[in-house]
């Protein structure tokens, strides 16, 4: 597991009144961006808030679809990143935030604090190979998780986001946290998705299932993994359906850990698919 976790380090890194005004996109094609207070539509956007248990500014990102209307309501997605990773990465992952501006959700990208808090999925310290370093606060896990409720209070104050339709996905550190914030407070999503999940260093055990398992669950991984073994996801699989929980397991053959699951809208697809199969909690 140590090795696991050390190679892991190494991977690349309202109401409101509205306007408009001219942007450009990759292309340097002119189109017409709707800008809602701060927030402009249609457009990746990287915002902070201060974190007072931190002490600090804290940055998060976030996408809201061209299609917004403050009069009604909007599925919302929690985007959990990996370790060594950034909520910039993984919002955009190829795949989500197309099927988002088709589908109209919301997404929210936490840092968790910094690119190793874990969410809290490896208790409230900092212990531990690929956790912690000298200079984190000794709360480093306590922090990450608060930071994720941070900014999902922050999206239900700020948007029309339907409570009942809000759910959580995460690659690798990000999905060992969906799965430890789905046990730890059950009755806030409508699902989840673990990407090439870390189960193997989540601190809880089988038995915190039981907190999720009115849940539907999504859980991907590639057979030829070597960051996260299958072996070490295929257990929790096997729990979950002794358990008798909604669970749709993709086992990808000869997938990897970082392209099968950042280039690979397919899935992606697939992922919105059983949300939007599940718009009620």
């Known amino acids: ?21 001219t942007k450009f996109d990759l292309d340097q094609n002119s189109k017409t961006i709707v800008k809602t207070n701060n ?7 990287n915002h902070s808030y201060f974190f007072e248990e931190a002490n600090k500014d804290q940055s998060y990102s976030l996408y809201i679809p061209n299609s917004y209307d403050n009069s009604k309501s ?6 959990l990143h990996g370790l ?3 909520p910039n990465q993984i919002i955009n992952y190829k795949g989500i935030i197309t099927e988002a501006e088709n589908r109209g959700y919301i997404l929210a990208a936490p840092y968790g604090y910094n690119e190793r808090g874990w969410y809290g999925s490896r208790g409230k310290g900092k212990d531990g190979i690929g956790f912690g370093k000298d200079n984190d606060p000794d709360n480093l896990g306590e922090l990450s998780e ?11 104050k700020e948007f029309s986001v339907n409570p009942n339709r809000i759910y959580l996905l ?17 009755n ?6 673990c990407l090439a999940p870390a189960f193997q260093s989540y601190q809880g055990s089988y038995s915190n299932l039981q907190n999720l398992k009115h849940l539907p669950v999504y859980v991907v991984t590639g057979d030829k993994d070597r960051l996260v073994p299958v072996r070490t996801v295929r257990p929790w699989i096997k729990e979950m359906k002794m358990l008798n929980m909604n669970v749709q397991y993709n086992e990808i053959k000869g997938g990897n850990h970082f392209r099968t699951i950042a280039r690979n809208p397919d899935m992606i697809s697939e992922i919105f698919d059983f949300f939007d199969e599940h718009q009620e909690r």
Do not use: C, Q, R
């Not at 090795?3 to 690349?12: R, T, V």
């Open 1 to 21: 597991m140590h090795k696991i976790l050390a190679i892991l380090l190494i991977l690349p890194s309202l109401g409101f009144s509205s306007n408009t005004l």
């Open 146 to 156: 608060k930071d994720v409720l941070n900014v999902l209070k922050i999206m239900k």
């Open 170 to 186: 995460g690659h690798s550190m990000g999905g060992a946290g969906a799965l430890h914030l789905a046990s730890t407070y059950p």
């Open 188 to 193: 806030e999503w409508a699902g989840l998705a």
């Open 39 to 45: 927030f402009d539509l249609g457009e990746v956007l």
């Open 84 to 86: 060594g990773s950034n």
């Open 74 to 79: 909007y599925p919302l997605i929690i985007l």
